[in-house]
Nanobody, 114 residues
Framework: VQLQASGGGWVQPGGSLRLSCTAS????????MGWHRQAPGKQRELVAD???????AYPDSVKGRFTISRDNAKNTVYLRMNSLKPEDTAVYYC?????????WGQGTLVTVSS
């Protein structure tokens, strides 16, 4: 299973970005998909998660600002990020669970600065 992420870039504080991640190479249904991020010198942390049925979960740090969604027909997960802050700067990774195994995308850099 390969995950291809896109949509990162530079944005000013208060701006918005949308990330996309498409999974390919699996004939088995994908269960949960999600986004994590890793800032320099910090551990990777969960940003958002969505089940195959559409149930979502967010940490308090992004709740109300980030929205995760998915298109099961396209095996694609999206992350809409609004009201971005400098502390949101990180490499964002998508992940997908196929059976009992987790797969990771290659990461896309999001930089929030003025």
């Amino acid at each position: 299973v390969q995950l291809q992420a896109s949509g990162g870039g530079w944005v000013q504080p208060g701006g918005s970005l949308r990330l996309s991640c498409t999974a390919s190479g699996s004939s088995v249904s994908i269960k949960n998909m999600g986004w994590h991020r890793q800032a320099p010198g910090k551990q990777r942390e969960l940003v958002a998660d969505i089940s195959s049925g559409g149930s979502t979960a967010y940490p308090d740090s992004v709740k109300g600002r980030f929205t995760i969604s998915r298109d099961n027909a396209k095996n694609t997960v999206y992350l809409r990020m609004n009201s971005l802050k400098p502390e949101d700067t990180a490499v964002y990774y998508c992940d997908a669970w196929v059976g009992a195994r987790r797969y990771w995308g290659q990461g896309t850099l999001v930089t929030v600065s003025s």
